[in-house]
């Protein structure tokens, strides 16, 4: 089943078991993990099942440091997440990501990144990154030049 957040009334309460928040791969791929149990899984996404400008304008920002394309064009923010443009590259998220930071616009997350480390492995078995080296030391010893 599916509900439109945009259509409940304010203060509306949707239970369940189990809450996966965001419907990208990842998110996506453990949710079918739960399909025939007993279990209500709710998977909680921001975006709706299209584009929208006015949600992409969320990821707007500035990159720091390593040069890279502007984020609003990178991420998706709808239902499949980035895998619309997905090109394989995948990273676990930091600590700092979590945290609230004054310089960053609606930075602050209600979980830490501690509640998500059980389930990436299992995440990334699915896109066959099972034990993946994310240090940027290792890949500074990696790299030929």
Same mark, same amino acid.
């Given at each position: 089943m599916h509900r439109d957040a945009t259509k409940l009334e304010n203060h509306s309460v949707i239970e369940g078991d189990i809450c996966i928040v965001g419907a990208g791969m990842a998110g996506i791929a453990m949710a079918l993990d739960w399909i025939n149990t007993p279990y209500k899984v709710i998977l909680l #996404?921001?975006?709706?099942?299209?584009? #929208?400008? @006015?949600?992409? /304008? +969320?990821?707007? =920002?500035?990159?720091?440091?390593? !040069?890279?394309?502007?984020l609003h064009s990178? !991420? +998706?923010?709808?239902?499949?997440?980035?895998? =619309?443009?997905?090109? =394989?590259?995948?990273?676990?998220? %930091? *600590? $700092? %990501?979590? @945290? @609230? !930071? /004054?310089?960053? /616009? &609606?930075?602050?997350? *209600?979980?830490?990144?501690? %509640?998500? +480390? *059980? &389930?990436? #492995? *299992?995440?990334?078995? $699915?896109? #066959?990154? %099972?034990?993946a080296n994310f240090e940027l030391e290792h890949w500074k010893k990696t790299d030929p030049e």
């Amino acid at each position: 089943m599916h509900r439109d957040a945009t259509k409940l009334e304010n203060h509306s309460v949707i239970e369940g078991d189990i809450c996966i928040v965001g419907a990208g791969m990842a998110g996506i791929a453990m949710a079918l993990d739960w399909i025939n149990t007993p279990y209500k899984v709710i998977l909680l #996404e921001g975006g709706g099942f299209n584009v #929208e400008s @006015k949600m992409q /304008d +969320l990821y707007r =920002g500035k990159n720091i440091g390593q !040069r890279y394309y502007p984020l609003h064009s990178q !991420r +998706l923010h709808y239902f499949g997440g980035t895998s =619309g443009h997905w090109a =394989g590259f995948c990273s676990p998220y %930091d *600590p $700092i %990501d979590f @945290k @609230k !930071r /004054d310089w960053v /616009d &609606y930075s602050g997350w *209600p979980i830490q990144l501690g %509640d998500l +480390l *059980p &389930y990436y #492995e *299992p995440a990334g078995k $699915i896109v #066959e990154l %099972d034990s993946a080296n994310f240090e940027l030391e290792h890949w500074k010893k990696t790299d030929p030049e």
